[in-house]
């Protein structure tokens, strides 16, 4: 089981529509995915159509991580094709605003990973979608992680926004867990036309070299209307929807390699 949180520290830049394009991929490869909604805003329970009425919440799994209180948190997505595998949901609650503190103990920092060891044989990836800040959700996501995908735009903050992604995730690493790594910076909402966003990813390569992803994610509405329509990219008409599919292939084959490489050590 491969665990990627998708983080960021700057708002609005897309990171739940990121998580959920991977999450579209993962399910379009039949990938036993879970999908954590550790975001107070529960925005990816909500693209992924999960149906009111779940018996329980990440809250209730952060307050008692134990194997009957993870199951009534996970709920199947809407996204459902026969005799394939579904993408499951540990469903968001704004109650984890409660669990969000600045200075958590280090029992409740792990909280998160003791939830997972119980599940473990089940899934083949688990996708977290983390708050864009770095409390305790946010801590509790990347200890119980292998990589952190840091999503950013191609803005006037984001150089500083990923700085401060990538040196939070060198202190988790030094710190709590020596297995986590990044996975790199991946630019989403890329115009290719502005010579703005030209410089701003000119001035992150030159930063962060190796570490910003080669996949760009271009600025597509039929991504927000796939999110709206609480539907996989992978499923939604025309040619800009597929195009995104393919990036998020391509983007979800890099976070698998990671996975091979994290095995072959």
């Known amino acids: ?7 960021s520290f700057k708002g609005g830049v897309g990171k739940t529509t990121v998580t959920l394009g991977l999450a579209s991929a993962a399910f379009s490869k039949g990938l036993r995915t879970l999908v954590i909604d550790l ?15 779940t018996a329980g919440s990440v809250a209730d799994v952060l307050a ?3 194997l009957k209180v993870v199951r009534s948190a996970i709920a199947p997505s809407g996204w459902s094709v026969p005799n394939h595998p579904a ?16 200075h958590p103990t280090t029992r409740e920092i792990w909280k ?21 800040s770095f409390n305790a959700l946010t801590r509790t996501a990347w200890a119980a992680s292998d990589r952190v995908l ?34 790199g910076i991946v630019m989403n909402r ?55 599919a393919q990036l998020f292939d391509q983007l979800l084959e890099r976070v698998q390699r990671a996975g091979r490489f994290d095995e072959s050590n």
């Open 112 to 132: 998160l990973e003791e939830a997972l060891a119980t599940i473990e044989a089940d899934y083949d990836l688990v996708l977290i979608d983390c708050p864009p």
């Open 190 to 244: 890329v115009r290719a036309q502005s010579l703005e966003h030209q410089f701003r990813i000119k001035e992150l390569k030159d930063m962060f070299g190796p570490l910003i992803l080669s996949i760009e994610l271009p600025e597509r509405t039929s991504l927000q209307q796939a999110q709206g329509a609480a539907r996989p990219v992978h499923a939604w008409p025309g040619d800009a929807a597929h195009e995104m």
């Open 64 to 66: 008692q991580p134990k």
């Open 150 to 183: 840091v999503v950013t735009e191609p803005g006037l903050f984001s150089v500083a926004a990923a700085d401060r992604a990538l040196r939070a995730i060198e202190e988790v690493r030094r710190g709590l867990s020596p297995r986590l790594q990044p996975l």
């Open 1 to 7: 089981m491969h665990v990627l949180s998708v983080s």
């Open 87 to 102: 993408v499951d949901v540990m469903v968001g609650s704004p109650s984890a605003i409660n669990f969000d503190g600045p």
């Open 39 to 53: 975001d107070p805003q529960s925005d990816v329970s909500t693209g992924l159509g999960v149906q009111a009425g």
